[in-house]
Structures are given as structure tokens and as C-alpha cells.
């Protein structure tokens, strides 16, 4: 019988001159599962983790000290919790907003060591004590308790919020830029904001009211 007549196809009668497609597959499967398992689950992994940090962090929840608003406060949550998370669900800090949670929108905006960054992409461990003891600043710190801060009240007094879900996150991302910028244009506003999103559409009262804010905190108005 002939190559052409086998019934198992070109180049299977008789010895194979190559590895066959089988064979291949089993000889990939088993190299990939030796690696994903020695990757995932090996004893080098957990080594590796103990040089790097001494012990392993979770994956159970673990207790955890933040300083927010100039004052400690203790959690016991999960490594893989988001600050965001970690601030609405277990310390009652609800100022921040849980909207896109996927670092588009900034209506999570807190300030961490004087940086305007999204809460819902930063975990609570990564600030915490045990990493830094970064100071975080949400909208419930940033005035006296019944008073209100420079760009708040500018908000209010330039009709910068309709709904209001996204404006604690602008608040808070207008007064860490007017810190680092404490006399901008209104096209350096403009710019400076563009990681902040609002459906309202409320964008033009709101850069008038970082310009409002600016003169306030410099002191040109009560």
C-alpha cells in the first residue's frame, strides 16, 4: 500500500520521520502544567515571598493600620482590598465614590502624601503602616467639623456640582493641585482636571471655582 492509499494520511505509514502532532500536544501540555504549577503553587514561590518581606501576607484578611485625616485607624481586611473599599465599607469614610472602579472616572480622588491618586486603584496594605504609613486626606478632613474648606465653598458659590456624585473627588483633586499651583490659568485648570469626569457636565463652573478657591486660599477673599 501506497503513502497516498494509508488512511491515517501523508507520512504515517510506517516510521514517522518527525515528532507526530500528538506527541506535540502531550510534550506542550505537560512542559506547560510542570511550569504553571511550579510558578503558581511551588514551594520557590513562598520562598520567595519570605526573603522579600520576612512573612506572607494573606490571602485571609489581616489587621492593618492607616493614618486618614491626621489620625490612625485599624482595619482588618484582605491584601487584595482597594483603598476605596477599604475607607466605604469598613471605616464609614463615604465621601469617596464608588462610580466606574476602574481608575477612569476620579470620583474616587483622595490625596495620599500630597498627591491626588484614585482610591479604587491603590490598596489599603500599599499605604498602610506596615508599607510607609502614607497620610491620606479624604473630603471628611479637609476642614473643621461644620465648616466648610476654600474649594468647597467655592463649589458651592460658583454652582459647580448638580447630582454631586462626582464632586467630592473633584474637591479633593482641585486642592491638591491649587497646593502644588497656587496661581493658575484657567487653561492650566482645565488641563489639570482632565482626570476627572462628570456626567452633569458641570465643567465650567467647576474651573471657576478652582480660580474662586485659588484667590481664597491666598487670602484675597474671606
Do not use: W
Not at 26 to 50: D, F, Y
Not at 106 to 126: E, N, Q
Amino acid at each position: 500500500m501506497s503513502e497516498r492509499d494509508d488512511p491515517r494520511g501523508p507520512g504515517r505509514s510506517g516510521k514517522s520521520d518527525g515528532l507526530g502532532r500528538r506527541d506535540f500536544v502531550k510534550l506542550v501540555g505537560g512542559a506547560g502544567a510542570a511550569i504553571s504549577a511550579g510558578v503558581l503553587s511551588g514551594p520557590a514561590l513562598l520562598e520567595a515571598q519570605e526573603s522579600a518581606s520576612g512573612k506572607v501576607i494573606g490571602p485571609g484578611a489581616v489587621k492593618m493600620s492607616l493614618r486618614i485625616n491626621g489620625h490612625p485607624k485599624t482595619v482588618t481586611v484582605e491584601p487584595r482590598t482597594t483603598l476605596l473599599d477599604a475607607l466605604r465599607d469598613h471605616l464609614e469614610l463615604t465621601g469617596a465614590k464608588k462610580v466606574c472602579d476602574r481608575g477612569t472616572c476620579g470620583a474616587c480622588t483622595v490625596i495620599v502624601d500630597g498627591k491626588a491618586i484614585y482610591s479604587c486603584t491603590a490598596l489599603a496594605i500599599d499605604v498602610s503602616e506596615a508599607f510607609g504609613n502614607a497620610d491620606i486626606r479624604t473630603i471628611e478632613g479637609l476642614a473643621p467639623e461644620n465648616q466648610l474648606h476654600a474649594v468647597s465653598a467655592a463649589f458651592v458659590e460658583n454652582d459647580a456640582q448638580q447630582c454631586g456624585f462626582c464632586t467630592p473627588g473633584f474637591v479633593m483633586a482641585c486642592k491638591a493641585y491649587l497646593d502644588g499651583h497656587p496661581t493658575p490659568t484657567y487653561e492650566q485648570v482645565k488641563k489639570a482636571l482632565g482626570g476627572n469626569l462628570c456626567r452633569c457636565g458641570t465643567y465650567m463652573g467647576v474651573r471657576k471655582a478652582v480660580l474662586d478657591a485659588a484667590m481664597r486660599m491666598k487670602g484675597g477673599r474671606s
